[in-house]
């Protein structure tokens, strides 16, 4: 696509610290981190968002990013990892290419990834696991 970001990276129009790349994906240092570390699992072909990708090639993206998870880990020493995915400007999605946010956890860091928990209806649980599970 001509005007995403994402696309521009992985053509290499737009520089970037990579840390991986082969023919379907790059992974590559975010410029605004949320912490030391933080990097982003893209596929170079362009998919708006999950909903867009097919499950192989996100399998194969995410089998991919366990790996860099690991590297990170062993390198950076952290204690922790978040792997984050947005979905749509109402999941907080920016950058509207599929990718895999890796980052980095550590004692005193000031990353936030919460929200507030809700109280499900067993019932209601029930009713959306058999309309759901309809479709796979």
Not at 11 to 30: C, K, L, Q
Not at 97 to 111: A, C, E, M
Request: with cysteine; glycine share 8%.
């Amino acid at each position: 696509m001509d005007n995403c970001i994402f696309c521009k990276i992985a053509a290499g129009e737009i520089p970037s610290t990579t840390i991986y790349e082969d023919e379907e994906f790059r992974v590559f240092f975010d410029i605004n981190p949320a912490s030391k570390g933080h990097c982003l699992v893209i596929p170079k072909q362009h998919y708006d968002n999950v909903f867009e990708i097919d499950g192989e090639k996100a399998g194969r993206l995410f089998a991919l990013a366990t790996r860099v998870a690991r590297n990170l880990k062993q390198e950076l020493n952290c204690e922790g990892m978040n792997i984050v995915q947005n979905n749509g400007t109402i999941a907080g999605q920016t950058v509207f290419h599929f990718h895999l946010h890796l980052i980095p956890r550590y004692t005193g860091d000031q990353v936030r990834v919460e929200w507030h928990p809700g109280q499900a209806d067993p019932e209601e649980l029930a009713k959306l696991a058999e309309a759901v599970g309809r479709g796979l």
